[in-house]
């Protein structure tokens, strides 16, 4: 069974930088496509970021310039960077397997890591 677990989340200040970590268990890491997703109250979950198996990565326009996804296939982890913050990315972020091809999320959602940013 594979369980996804992200930490990192928190209350920080606009500009501020926070790095969010998924730990990945249950499957072959390495072979799998990582993406992260986040969830604003009211909103749909969008995905934020994705990394391929060979380290090709794609981000949402609201993000790029900012935030770095990246593994580490020794630890069986993907993080993601995320630097000057706004408000308006204040969202649960959660990480998944997911399709190469489309991006989409493959197995049920983990709890999420909370992140806050004030103004």
């Known amino acids: 069974q594979v369980q996804l677990v992200e930490s990192g989340g928190g209350l920080v200040q606009a500009g501020g930088s926070l790095r969010l970590s998924c730990a990945v268990s249950g499957t072959s890491f390495k072979l799998n496509t990582m993406v992260w997703y986040r969830q604003a109250p009211g909103k749909q979950r969008e995905l934020v970021a994705g990394i391929t198996s060979g380290g090709s990565t794609n981000y949402a326009d609201s993000v790029k310039g900012r935030f770095t996804i990246s593994r580490d296939n020794a630890k069986n982890t993907v993080y993601l960077q995320m630097n000057s913050l706004k408000p308006d990315d204040t969202s649960v972020y959660y990480c998944?397997?997911?399709?190469?091809?489309?991006?989409?999320?493959?197995?049920?959602w983990g709890q999420g890591t909370q992140v806050t940013v004030s103004s």
């Open positions: 998944n397997l997911a399709s190469s091809s489309r991006w989409t999320a493959l197995i049920p």
